[in-house]
């Protein structure tokens, strides 16, 4: 708080997670003495650079680059790239703090960093687009590489902003396929890599269901954002036999009694990258109406936020709790301020954070590491399997720690822990550094 009065998000994911990790800290005293909390809270390094670049009309623009490489511990620093009015070193050091413990939750070798600029993608030509990604990688391909850190997608990053970008990569450093996830099929992509935050969040949440003696089946959700997140997991959520009855974007949300089609929100959003509004135009039996879905009032079973940062307030919560909701599950990061977790905890709703229910994104990004270096591509099936089988050991992993340490079903905590003991003892056996 005294180095960064001003990253306030920073702090609340910085927060949340402290305030969860004194048991471990009780039972391992060494971790104290080696003043370990204060290593894991600094990045290891945070770079900062000018992109400038030139709209279709010939004027001149200077966003501002990110790249905050976390923690490396456990291994090559590896976390999303977003571009996002709203990106500044505050919002990309705490996505880059959640996901040192979201990759050692997955299981598989992967350190923590997160990156992105100030640029708004919306409402740009492919060309701006493409010209501000060149730029953008002029001065980040410095920074990144197979073994050293590897950048993937996040809000208004996609698979053409990651062509733009390993275009400009490859120009530069030759073709190096692991540099980068989420690229397209044709060169080094992986199948499922599109479904897999959206995939994995309902594999997440079936899996708590099922540890708690629930079933997805009938069950009504309210899905927040219409992006790659909500989008696969409406998807999934309506293959399990669950009804999702809403879905939104910045302006507005749309409601359907009878279950939201995902291949009328895919083709609005990804594919004619329009408004969600829309989506009432096509389909007969959905209402559009603007503000914010988590003030709209009717009962349903469980949350799943897919859209963006603190976007559940704790009135919101109160709103989820007095609605029947038992289960509120995190698609997009951090999306429930600190006092709105309070709230679900207060309600006794279970809850499952997004370092553990949106892994599935990292996870199958790691394993396009792996097909990269393998030089083979796995089918969609192997990648899905695999994708479910991490979802949920990352659950079985979170309910062990919660076990371990009697946290009463506090999933939460259990997350946080079961990541950082894997992170805390690499740091410990690393020495200084
Ligand atoms: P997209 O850019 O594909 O979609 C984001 C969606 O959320 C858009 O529909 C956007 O609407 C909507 N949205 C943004 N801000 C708001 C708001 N304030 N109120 C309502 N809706 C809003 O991003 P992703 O789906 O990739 O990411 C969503 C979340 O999931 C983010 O928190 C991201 O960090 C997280 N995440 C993503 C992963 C991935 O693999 N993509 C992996 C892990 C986490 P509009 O079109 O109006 O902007």
């Known amino acids: ?25 009780d039972a391992h005293p060494e971790y104290v003495k080696a003043n370990l909390l204060a290593r894991l809270v600094e990045p290891e390094r945070a770079i900062q650079f000018r992109v400038p670049w030139q709209s279709d009309d010939g004027q001149f623009h200077v966003n501002r680059g990110f790249r905050v490489q976390f923690n490396s511990a456990i291994g090559p620093y590896k976390g999303g790239l977003r571009l996002h009015p709203s990106v500044n070193l505050d919002v990309v050091k705490f996505l880059g703090f959640e996901q040192i413990l979201k990759n050692s939750l997955t299981g598989l070798p992967i350190g923590g960093a997160k990156g992105g600029s100030d640029f708004d993608p919306k409402g740009k030509s492919d060309s701006e687009v493409m010209r501000f990604c060149q730029s ?18 996040d809000i208004g990053v996609g ?14 450093n030759g073709y190096q396929n692991g540099v980068l996830t989420g690229k397209g099929l044709t060169f080094g992509g992986s199948l499922a890599r599109t479904e ?53 974007d910045f302006d507005g949300y749309v409601y359907d009694p009878n279950g939201i089609d995902y291949q009328v929100v895919k083709q609005i959003k990804e594919v004619e990258r329009g408004r969600i509004k829309e989506y009432a135009q096509r389909v007969e039996t959905a209402e559009y109406h603007e503000g914010s879905v988590w003030d709209f009032d009717t009962n349903y079973d469980i949350a799943l936020p897919c859209a963006t940062q603190n976007e559940i307030s704790k009135d919101q919560a109160e709103l989820i709790a007095k609605d029947g909701v038992k289960y509120v599950c995190e698609g997009a990061n951090m999306p429930s301020v600190p006092d709105a977790i309070a709230t679900y905890r207060d309600n006794h709703i279970y809850y499952g954070p997004a370092k553990a229910a949106n892994a599935g994104g990292v996870a199958v990004s790691a394993l396009e590491m792996s097909q990269n270096s393998e030089r083979l591509s796995w089918s969609f099936e192997t990648v899905d399997n695999r994708l479910h089988d991490i979802m949920d050991s990352i659950f079985e992993m979170s309910e062990a ?6 946290l009463k079903q506090d999933y939460q905590a259990g997350a946080n822990i079961a990541g950082f003991e894997k992170v805390a003892e690499a740091m410990m056996a690393q020495g200084l550094v």
Request: with cysteine.
């Open 136 to 153: 953008f990688m002029t001065e980040l391909q410095r920074h990144i590489g197979p073994d050293l850190d590897v950048p993937a997608g």
């Open 401 to 406: 720690a919660d076990k371990k340490y009697d």
């Open 196 to 248: 897999a935050t959206g995939f994995g969040l309902l594999y997440y949440t079936h899996a708590m269901l099922k540890a708690l003696g629930d079933t997805l089946t009938n069950k009504k959700i309210k899905i927040s954002g219409a992006g790659n997140v909500a989008t696969y997991a409406i998807q999934k959520a309506t293959e399990y036999g669950a009804t999702v009855i809403t879905c939104s």
């Open 159 to 172: 698979g053409r902003e990651i062509g733009f970008l390993f275009g400009a990569y490859k120009r530069l």
């Open 1 to 25: 708080q005294r180095r960064d009065p001003n990253q306030t998000e920073f702090q609340e994911a910085v927060f949340t997670v402290l305030d969860t990790l004194e048991p471990v800290l």
